[in-house]
């Protein structure tokens, strides 16, 4: 029997059911989850990016994969800090979901403006790379620092605690969530780039266990390709889940493309500014390597 440990929100249940479910129909394995809970879910009071150090989401399965109380872990990619922990491996990027988010908005609260939101309206993200998108897109807007799984974020946009929230499409639509009587719109990936890894599972082994190759066995090249490129702009810029950078490869005729974007914010959340790249080149490493050129210049 092979142990997953995963978080125990909605969304991480449902991406450890779903490594489950192929090492079943796939690998012919059984498995059980291990629900772990971590910094991040049981420090709900204060933003994201005021947090000390990264991993607030992953340490603690980290943590119980490294002394074997579970076999494997099961990540968003996007949470997943770009240094592996000694005897830990990343086996697995599974094959890519949606990378692009959306914005879910009260009726009451829409517009004009860039994000189709009213003057004033009230955006509750705890992600300093959308506050940072949505303020150049829509200046006008109040940036509320909202935490809680998507479900939760979603409850507070119906009870109008905020006007409007970003989400990751991935997310929505692997829950299948109800959006009904709010207004929602996929935010086009030239006006709001996500996370590096965005979209993508991790699945975290034990270095050289027989699981890591087993696990490696649902890797998607493509995904693991894309991703990396994305992850290397954010390690050359020394970032983790604070940085607000956007961050988008995928394979071309022409090479692998790659778009990126980096925000300022003022410390009030009330102005930012953007430094944006993009490159082409046959391999990740050198698309990666010409953005973060292009971003240490400035505009």
């Known amino acids: 029997m092979i142990r997953i440990g995963t978080r125990g929100s909605d969304l991480a249940l449902w991406q450890a059911r779903h490594v489950a479910a192929l090492l079943a129909e796939r690998l012919y394995l059984e498995t059980e989850l291990v629900v772990i809970a971590t910094r991040g879910d049981l420090d709900r009071s204060r933003a994201l990016h005021t947090l000390p150090e990264t991993g607030f989401f992953t340490k603690e399965l980290q943590a119980a994969l490294g002394d074997e109380r579970v076999d494997l872990v099961v990540h968003s990619l996007k949470d997943l800090p770009i ?7 990343l086996a697995a990027v599974l094959e890519r979901q949606a990378v692009h ?12 403006g860039g994000l189709g939101l009213c003057p004033g309206a009230r955006l509750g993200t705890s992600s300093l790379r959308r506050a940072a998108q949505a303020l150049s897109l829509q200046p006008d807007v109040t940036i509320v620092p909202l935490r809680g799984n998507v479900p939760t974020r979603i409850r507070r946009v119906r009870d109008r605690d905020v006007d409007a929230t970003v989400l990751a499409a991935a997310g929505v639509q692997r829950l299948g969530l109800n959006l009904s009587q709010l207004i929602w719109r996929k935010l086009p990936l030239d006006s709001m780039l ?3 890894g965005q979209g993508a599972l991790a699945i975290e082994a034990r270095l050289g266990s027989g699981l890591a190759e087993v696990a490696a066995r649902l890797d998607s090249a493509e995904a693991r390709e894309a991703t990396a490129a994305e992850r290397a702009v954010l390690r050359g810029l020394g970032g983790g889940c604070h940085l607000p950078l956007g961050a988008w490869a995928r394979r071309t005729p022409a090479g692998l493309a790659l ?4 925000g300022e914010l003022d410390p009030a959340l009330s102005r930012a500014t953007l430094r944006r790249a993009s490159a082409c080149a046959e391999s990740g490493e050198e698309a990666s390597c010409a953005v973060l050129a292009a971003l240490r210049e400035g505009p």
């Open 83 to 89: 240094d592996e922990p000694d005897g830990l491996v």
């Open 259 to 262: 778009d990126a974007v980096l």
């Open 194 to 196: 996500p996370a590096p």
């Open 101 to 112: 988010d959306v914005l879910v908005a009260h009726p009451a609260a829409v517009g004009s």
